[in-house]
């Protein structure tokens, strides 16, 4: 899978994708991740990428131009693409949304800033708009590195046999060592008493109880 980013502050990304899982999968060469500074792509004095909005407002706003033409070079290369801008009235980022974008080759994010994006790029630059909640942030780079982890998680290789079954973990309450922890005295946090007996029907019965939907396959995996 490739990730082509388009964003102003391209030296974001360094540190979250140069670490951990994303790390490793690239490494790897599970993923391809390419940033792709805007500015580049602008053929204005300064390499200016953004101007004031018609019609009065505060703020800028990012123009169509370079962002039509970061994205026509990027979508030269090899693959089905996807193209996302990321706003906060796009579609809501789900684990639906995820495994569909599974089905790409590459996905080409588009990072917003300032007052957003010249709505020519959402009519006619990208295929869709994503949000990743009912909330505004600075910028699309947040959202970039969420939809990169996210999607990247589903691709064979990327996570260890251990970390595989995170979706589903991640569901119900989980636990470690110590078995008591005593915050201060009288008082003693117990581990449920069902994940220590060894039974892993009885542990999967107990996930399946305690977490949403996703935890019950694996109780049919074990019955």
């Not at 970390?163 to 005593?182: A, H, M, N, Q, W």
């Not at 220590?196 to 939907?213: D, F, M, N, Q, V």
């Amino acid at each position: 899978m490739k990730f082509d980013i388009i964003t102003i502050f391209p030296k974001i990304f360094d540190s979250y994708f140069g670490e951990s899982i994303i790390a490793r999968a690239v490494k790897a060469k599970f993923i391809n991740i390419k940033v792709w500074n805007l500015r580049d792509f602008s053929k204005e004095r300064h390499l200016k990428v953004d101007d004031r909005p018609y019609g009065g407002g505060p703020g800028m706003v990012l123009q169509v131009a370079p962002v039509f033409n970061a994205v026509k070079k990027i979508l030269k290369g090899k693959g089905k693409a996807r193209v996302i801008l990321f706003s906060p009235s796009g579609k809501k980022l789900d684990d639906a949304m995820i495994r569909r974008f599974m089905k790409y080759d590459r996905l080409v994010l588009i990072c917003g800033r300032y007052e957003g994006v010249d709505e020519r790029v959402a009519e006619k630059v990208a295929d869709e708009k994503v949000s990743i909640g009912d909330y505004v942030l600075a910028g699309g780079e947040i959202p970039a590195m969420v939809l990169v982890e996210a999607v990247s998680r589903f691709i064979p290789g990327v996570l260890g046999k251990h970390e595989s079954l995170e979706t589903i973990k991640g569901s119900y309450p989980v636990y470690t060592r110590p078995e008591i922890f005593e915050p201060e005295k009288g008082k003693k946090w117990r581990v449920p008493k069902v994940l220590l007996g060894g039974s892993h029907i009885k542990i999967a019965e107990w996930r399946s109880k305690k977490g949403p939907k996703e935890a019950k396959s694996e109780v049919k995996s074990l019955t």
